[in-house]
């Protein structure tokens, strides 16, 4: 059935970005559709995890650090509105560091500067804390006590369902890609609707590099994340979060959390695995990366050595060249909107971005929303050199 009714802006997909833009967007008094071809953070999409960091660090780049920050209270505002405050879990988040490690001590600066509370840990400091994590010689930490974990897909869900409730309008479908060029009235969905907006945005994930295949085919780089969660012993709390805090090992390039709503050790390989298509990957984790997480777990946890795999899960990340987001107009259609390029870090900033995209949209000038160079399509090369985590 064709919608007859024209929105002042319809956004395809509905993941945490492009929910959070859907909600900003309305919030400023905007009409908005918002549409998912396989439901809000659906288990094909990267917002459909379980779990999400929330953190302030970020070595140099400070404009995430400031994302970062704004986002915080804005998740909070959001699940207290939504009767929902057991979406974010306040664990704290330990960074593990090793020897000078230059990402780690420009953190510190950048959390400093930024009065972000945070602690810097000696060796001595981090085995007195956390004597269930077996730390190198050379081992420092920073911790930051006010962050913690987003319940991903839930929060993702509780967000759509606000969005409906302040005339949001919500639907199944499948969108496709405009053709041709300049201002784009209407866009047909893979069953025949038309839906017709002043304004497109397009908040696609992974899938933008299919929908877009020349422009973005080259300059999206969709990797295989493998998840695990490892059971604890029986009895066990030292894996529960009121005594172990969300942690990133840089020198391992891993990351895990305490045992969250007891579902398991979670523990996640940050390094970018094979190339993957979001429709059709397998969503059964391999061998393969079961054993590397039984190998950190074994070095860095000793007392979970033996522990067995209660849950996996697979995602995907939707990797720009260096990690900073897409958000810019199409540029054959001025009325199309790209949004996207999470790049395995973009969960926490839903608030920061949908407010930045709301504002670009509608063409404020708020001074906090002043055009960023970053996320410019210009920026996006096509090959590969991450520099944002
Ligand atoms: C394993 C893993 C761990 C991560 N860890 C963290 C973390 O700890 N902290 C953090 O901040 N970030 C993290 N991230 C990154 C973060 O989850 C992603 O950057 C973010 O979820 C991307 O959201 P998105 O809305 O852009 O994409 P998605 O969530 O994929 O949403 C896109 C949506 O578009 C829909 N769609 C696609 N095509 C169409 C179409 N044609 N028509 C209609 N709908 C369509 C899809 O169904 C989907 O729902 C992680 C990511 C992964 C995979």
Request: hydrophobic share 40%; glycine share 10%.
């Amino acid at each position: 059935m064709t919608d007859r009714k024209s929105y002042d802006v319809a956004v395809i997909g509905s993941g945490v970005f492009g929910a959070w833009t859907a909600y900003c967007l309305a919030k400023s008094g905007a009409s908005v559709a918002l549409l998912d071809a396989y439901g809000p953070a659906n288990s094909r999409a990267s917002s459909g995890g379980e779990s999400r960091i929330i953190r302030m660090g970020y070595g140099t780049d400070e404009i995430y650090t400031r994302w970062s920050m704004r986002a915080l209270p804005r998740w909070k505002e959001l699940f207290a509105e939504a009767g929902r405050p057991e979406l974010f879990q306040h664990t704290g988040v330990l960074w593990i560091a090793h020897e000078k490690y230059q990402y780690a001590l420009d953190t510190l600066a950048t959390l400093a500067d930024l009065h972000v509370p945070h602690e810097r840990l000696s060796l001595m400091g981090l085995r007195k804390h956390y004597p269930q994590i077996a730390f190198n010689d050379d081992a420092w930490g920073i911790f930051e006590p006010d962050s913690g974990v987003l319940m991903a897909r839930r929060a993702v869900q509780a967000l759509v369902g606000q969005c409906q409730k302040i005339g949001v309008a919500y639907r199944a479908a499948s969108a496709l890609a405009p053709t041709g060029s300049g201002r784009v009235t209407s866009i047909m969905t893979t069953h025949g609707e038309n839906i017709s907006a002043g304004t497109f945005v397009y908040a696609c994930g992974p899938w933008l590099a299919k929908l877009f295949p020349d422009l973005l085919g080259h300059r999206i780089f969709v990797s295989r994340q493998e998840i695990i969660f490892f059971g604890v012993p029986p009895g066990e709390t030292r894996f529960s979060q009121e005594s172990l805090p969300t942690w990133l090992c840089l020198k391992d390039e891993f990351y895990g959390m305490p045992d969250l709503e007891n579902r398991g050790f979670k523990v996640a390989n940050d390094h970018h695995g094979a190339s993957a298509d979001p429709d059709t990957q397998s969503r059964v984790a391999s061998s393969a990366a079961v054993e590397a997480a039984r190998e950190i777990v074994a070095r860095r946890f000793p007392a979970l050595k033996n522990a067995p795999v209660v849950e996996t899960r697979v995602c995907q990340y939707e990797n720009t060249s260096n990690g900073d987001f897409l958000i810019d107009q199409h540029p054959d259609f001025p009325n199309v909107w790209l949004v996207g390029g999470g790049s395995g870090h973009g969960f926490k900033h839903g608030p920061s971005l949908g407010e930045y995209v709301a504002a670009r949209v509608i063409g404020s000038t708020a001074t906090e929303n002043k055009i960023e160079p970053r996320f410019s399509l210009a920026t996006k090369e096509t090959t590969q050199h991450r520099a944002v985590r």
